[in-house]
């Protein structure tokens, strides 16, 4: 018990300069916590990459409405043209998002494929413009979502 309560007292006495070291760094540099560009960036990627996986097996299932995966992808794209500034994302999907959506919307299958790999050709071409040429995005050979059913339900 009594050890506790050392511990405690100790804890607390170290606890507060740490507390306002932090603090001080916090008013000296208040953009200190605010996440720099490229940690978004990476950030945004990763949810594109898992979205662009999901939206592959969802369209080869001929899960249409499943499909609609393609709404995140075009909010990651967005956010991806407010931090890069400007249209370079529409530069490089742009054409390959719209005819995904349309083959989607007309749950057309050898289009939805068709326009998937222009997609991952495009996804390339920014990684390639913009110095990440060693991001190779391609059609996925495996789903690592095994506690999703990603069949069509009636
Ligand atoms: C606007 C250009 C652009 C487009 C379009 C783009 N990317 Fe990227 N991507 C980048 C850049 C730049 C990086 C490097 C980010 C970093 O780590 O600084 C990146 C990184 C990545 C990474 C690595 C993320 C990590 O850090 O783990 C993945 C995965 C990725 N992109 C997937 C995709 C996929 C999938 C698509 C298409 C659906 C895509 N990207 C389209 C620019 C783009």
């Known amino acids: 018990m009594k050890l506790i309560a050392v511990a405690l007292i100790a804890a607390v006495a170290f606890a507060a300069p740490v507390a ?9 540099n208040p953009a200190a916590e605010e996440t720099p560009d490229f940690l978004h960036l990476s950030g945004i990627m990763a949810q594109q990459q898992m979205r662009h996986i999901k939206l592959w097996f969802a369209g080869a299932a001929g899960n249409w409405p499943l ?3 393609i709404d995140g992808l075009k909010e990651g794209f967005d956010d991806v043209a407010k931090l890069l500034g400007d249209d370079i994302a529409q530069q490089h999907v ?15 299958r050898d289009n939805f494929v068709v326009a998937f790999d222009k997609l991952s050709v495009g996804c390339n071409a920014c990684h390639h413009t913009l110095d ?15 506690n999703q059913n990603f069949s069509p339900q009636k």
């Open 132 to 146: 990440h040429a060693f991001i190779v995005i391609q059609r996925p050979a495996l789903l690592p979502y095994s």
């Open 20 to 28: 306002s070291a932090q603090q001080t760094t916090k008013q000296a």
């Open 94 to 108: 742009g054409d390959a998002m719209a005819e995904l959506e349309k083959s989607v919307d007309a749950k057309d």
């Open 67 to 69: 499909a609609d995966e």
